[in-house]
């Protein structure tokens, strides 16, 4: 089961592509003029080696130092270097906001999440995180509330009113069974009922599902049919595995133990282009579904960084100028 999405750099250091590739030649300029350099010193050693009254010599040109020198030289180069690659126009891969999408929350109700293990029960606590998820999003998003037990229902329909889904989570009452599959189907569902954008009638809005469940299938459809389905429409499902192994519940006077059934869970999101999480607490709830929120929250897109290359080059450049001010100044 993973933990945390692994968050992608906002400016990379080494770009994906550059829009104007061939002004990259400009950097063959770099190694010749590394040739001249080294070419340059050699015959400056050489023409040392004439004087030998070398005391004489430094009254009257004082020795440099050579590590400064060549300091300023190298700089001098990475600021041609980072200059080049701006005139290239690069690109980076990073992420932007989503302008529009779908989130549908499909929340657990089955008798199992009355489990106290998570405080003051482990439904009570979803609804929290969930409402604090749903704030949290976007306002242009819209967003549906699926309650799943041994019956799924659509509780209110995609809406950009996210005050209308926050009041529809309050409603969410225990019920007997858990129906996985037939909690993904209805999702689907909910996310074909999403309103076209007026502007853009004939686009579609990436859409995802965030899946919350305790326990595992006990009913309906099978999962993996469903992560099928959803699979094939591009919408991933991105599961939380709620509890902890020793959550149990009483029922009829019986004890029963209910423990998340990870593996299950692990699955569909696997299937579906998601990813799969574990909260064994209201905190580590709060948690998943702020890096949820982050995921479904933005999208990878190329974008031309060449400011970033080109501060590289500036910064390179007066580095390289005062390490030349420093080999002409005459210091006491």
Not at 44 to 56: A, D, E, I, P, Q
Not at 217 to 230: R, V
């Amino acid at each position: 089961m993973t933990g945390l999405p692994t968050p992608m750099a906002s400016l990379p250091f080494v770009p994906d592509d550059f829009a104007s590739p061939l002004r990259l030649l400009i950097l063959l300029a770099i190694p010749a003029l590394i040739a001249v350099y080294v070419l340059l010193n050699r015959r400056k050693n050489r023409r040392g080696m004439r004087f030998t009254n070398t005391s004489m010599l430094e009254v009257v040109m004082p020795k440099q130092s050579q590590w400064r020198r060549h300091l300023s030289v190298a700089l001098a180069l990475l600021s041609l270097g980072a200059l080049t690659m701006a005139f290239a126009r690069p690109e980076a891969t990073v992420q932007v906001p989503r302008e529009r999408a779908t989130v549908v929350v499909v929340l657990d109700a089955s008798r199992s999440m009355a489990a106290t293990d998570v405080k003051p029960t482990r439904l009570d606590a979803a609804k929290t995180a969930a409402k604090a998820f749903i704030t949290s999003l976007p306002a242009k998003f819209n967003v549906s509330v699926v309650s799943m037990a041994g019956n799924v229902t659509i509780l209110t329909p995609p809406t950009q009113d996210h005050q209308v889904a926050i009041r529809a989570v309050d409603t969410i009452e225990l019920q007997d069974s858990t129906a996985i599959g037939a909690g993904i189907d209805t999702a689907l569902q909910a996310v074909s009922q999403a309103p076209k954008d007026p502007k853009n009638p004939n686009s579609t809005a990436p859409a995802a599902i965030v899946l919350l469940s305790d326990g595992e299938n006990t009913t309906g459809k099978a999962p993996a049919q469903a992560s099928a389905d959803a699979a094939s429409k591009k919408v991933p499902v991105y599961t939380i595995a709620y509890g902890t192994e020793n959550g149990f519940v009483d029922l009829d006077g019986q004890r029963y133990a209910v423990p998340p059934n990870d593996a299950q869970l692990k699955g569909i999101a696997e299937q579906t282009g998601g990813i799969a999480y574990q909260a064994a607490s209201a905190d580590e709830l709060k948690t998943v579904y702020e890096r949820i929120g982050s995921s479904v929250g933005s999208e990878p897109a190329k974008r031309e960084v060449t400011s970033r290359f080109a501060l590289y080059g500036f910064v390179f450049a007066v580095l390289a100028a005062l390490g030349a001010v420093t080999l002409a100044a005459r210091w006491p």
